[in-house]
């Protein structure tokens, strides 16, 4: 299993990992078209943000994250529970002292991955901030070694 920038060519599973999500999720609203979220992938793709996890068969998730704030983690539904996301975030944390992210209000698994992986909640918005216009929450991660 190993971590790497993610390449253009990879969209196509990085598509199906997000719209596995997206799709999948019955209380998500559908904001975006599939044109929008591929480029919207592409773009981060080419600036260096995405960071993918393969295992023996493929990519297994996705990380876009651009300093400090983790913008997305996906990981594909087969493959949950497996630690590709801990990997991710713990390739992210040794390369910064600090992570900050908002999750979806509603998305329960995920917040209670992030509580897992030592994030803490700090602030609550009402969705302006994000395409859904859903209640979020901001999660920090700050490494204890560089907090003391």
Request: proline content about 4%.
């Amino acid at each position: 299993m190993s971590i790497a920038r993610a390449h253009l060519w990879h969209l196509p599973r990085l598509a199906a990992i997000l719209w596995a999500f997206t799709r999948g999720t019955t209380w998500l609203p559908r904001v975006r078209s599939p044109l929008d979220d591929l480029c919207a992938l592409a773009w981060v793709t080419a600036r260096g943000w995405v960071r993918i996890r393969r295992d023996g068969s493929g990519i297994a998730g996705f990380i876009i994250r651009r300093g400090s704030r983790v913008h997305a983690l996906y990981v594909a539904p087969d493959r949950r529970g497996q630690g590709t996301g801990g990997a991710l975030l713990a390739e992210a944390k040794s390369r910064s002292e600090m992570l900050d992210l908002w999750v979806l209000d509603g998305n329960l698994p995920a917040r209670a991955f992030y509580l897992g992986q030592g994030f803490r909640e700090v602030a609550y918005g009402q969705g302006a901030g994000n395409d859904e216009g859903l209640p979020d929450i901001l999660m920090i991660w700050q490494d204890e070694k560089e907090a003391a």
